[in-house]
């Protein structure tokens, strides 16, 4: 597992926002022997491992191959932390999202269970839906679920893979809820609020938020669970570690905030008076769009996790000030 820093790992979707996340903080337990995956392309995630300590480097597509092709040529692994997919909620190829969130996933858990290797991949909390049936990951009939987009779709077909085929429980899929911090400025659209609402403010002194539709939530009063990058790695490699934690887990701060109670946030580690405006929600957004979301985490925290989490203002002061204001990343503090 990672009881040992020589430990093996393989962590695709490396160079990504959650995935260069986790080599950070295995960097900081003194993990070094970590082979990195990801799909570079044209945008500037590669700036993500700049300043990370890692062994190798693979491109997302030749590993493909190779687990396809040619599996023992890549050796064993402790562990594999499998984050790399496309998470843009609103991408529309639903070919390309079964190739790359579904079947790759498939292919690289039965390779990693065929060799002894702890699989730990990233599931959604976009798989709940519009949260009708709740948000509870100890449910056991997950075909209820009815995922809003084909990304939460393609995420939830693999689940529903592991649980029939039995290997649910010999892996751990975690539901990130709304995570943000630093290393994301490549997500273009699917960037945080906060990323987002921080460019807003430099350049306009203002936030825009989307109005609600429904009568029953002001103005901004929508709710989220938002999670500090820095708290969901350090969940995922508790998870990693430990061998009898098997299954679906939430992961999310356990509370959920509005955007005005974040956006405020983001104002006061500026130094600033908030000032928001209102705008219509888009309608392609309207029929897809989650009105409250929080994580139970209770099952995490029966795994043993007693790990403090940090506040909204403390996390967003902390990716604010120590991130955005320097344009930093993870591993920048220790240069």
Not at 183 to 203: F, P
Not at 289 to 299: G, P
């Amino acid at each position: 597992m990672l009881k040992s820093p020589e430990s093996r790992i393989l962590v695709t979707g490396g160079a990504g926002f959650i995935g260069s996340a986790v080599v950070w903080e295995l960097n900081r337990r003194g993990c070094e022997n970590i082979v990195v995956s990801d799909k570079l392309c044209t945008d500037e995630k590669w700036r993500n491992l700049v300043p990370l300590k890692f062994h190798d480097y693979i491109d997302g597509g030749d590993l493909e191959q190779r687990v396809r092709k040619d599996p023992e040529a890549l050796g064993r692994f402790d562990v594999i932390f499998h984050l790399g997919a496309c998470s843009a909620t609103t991408e529309k190829d639903a070919d390309y999202l079964m190739r790359n969130n579904y079947e790759f996933t498939r292919i690289l858990a039965e390779w990693s269970l065929a060799k002894g290797t702890r699989f730990v991949y990233a599931s959604s909390a976009a798989t709940y839906g519009d949260g009708s049936l709740g948000m509870d990951d100890t449910m056991t009939d997950l075909h209820r679920l009815r995922p809003l987009n084909m990304y939460g779709y393609s995420k939830h077909l693999f689940d529903l893979h592991a649980q029939r085929t039995g290997i649910l429980r010999r892996v751990v899929g975690m539901k990130y809820f709304n995570v943000y911090g630093p290393n994301e400025d490549h997500k273009a659209d699917m960037r945080s609020v906060v990323h987002k609402a921080y460019g807003q403010i430099l350049q306009t002194g203002k936030v825009q938020l989307f109005k609600s539709d429904r009568p029953e939530y002001k103005d901004g009063e929508q709710m989220r669970d938002f999670l500090y990058v820095k708290d969901a790695v350090k969940m995922t490699l508790h998870l990693a570690g430990e061998p009898l934690a098997g299954g679906l887990y939430n992961l999310g701060s356990g509370q959920a905030h509005t955007w005005v109670q974040l956006v405020n946030a983001i104002f006061a580690a500026l130094g600033r008076e908030p000032v928001i405006d209102f705008v219509p929600m888009p309608e392609h957004l309207k029929a897809k769009y989650q009105y409250y979301t929080c994580a139970d985490i209770a099952k995490l925290r029966k795994t043993g996790y007693d790990e403090p989490l940090h506040t909204l203002e403390e996390a967003v002061r902390d990716y604010v000030q120590g991130y955005l204001a320097g344009d930093r990343r993870l591993g920048d503090e220790t240069a």
